[in-house]
């Protein structure tokens, strides 16, 4: 499964954007996809993540600004970042769990800064 992430940038506290992640295959043939992230000095930790069936699950620090979902039409699985915050400030990274194996897409550069 190749994994191509999207929608970076540059926004200033408050602000929003939204990543995207191309799969090579049918994101709904695949197990889980999730988004990563890594912040500079830090460990890559979960930031939110959708099985096969639809379940989604967050980390506790971006319940209720992030959502993740899939667009069936254009298979992809977005990450919808609102209220953005400077400690949101990292690489983010798509990943992908089929047939027992995880796939990493690269990462994609959020900075949150005025």
């Known amino acids: 499964v190749q994994l191509q992430a999207s929608g970076g940038g540059l926004v200033q506290p408050g602000g929003s954007l939204r990543l995207s992640c191309a799969a090579s295959?049918?994101?709904?043939?695949?197990?889980?996809v999730g988004w990563y992230r890594q912040a500079q000095g830090k460990q890559r930790e979960l930031v939110a993540g959708?099985?096969?069936?639809?379940?989604?699950n967050y980390a506790d620090f971006v319940k209720g600004r992030f959502t993740i979902t899939r667009d069936n039409a254009k298979n992809t699985v977005d990450l919808q970042m609102n209220s953005l915050k400077p400690e949101d400030t990292a690489v983010y990274y798509c990943?992908?769990?089929?047939?027992?194996?995880?796939?990493w897409g690269q990462g994609t550069q959020v900075t949150v800064s005025s």
């Open positions: 990943n992908a769990v089929y047939q027992m194996t995880t796939y």
């Open positions: 295959r049918s994101i709904f043939s695949i197990n889980a």
């Open positions: 959708v099985s096969r069936g639809g379940i989604t």
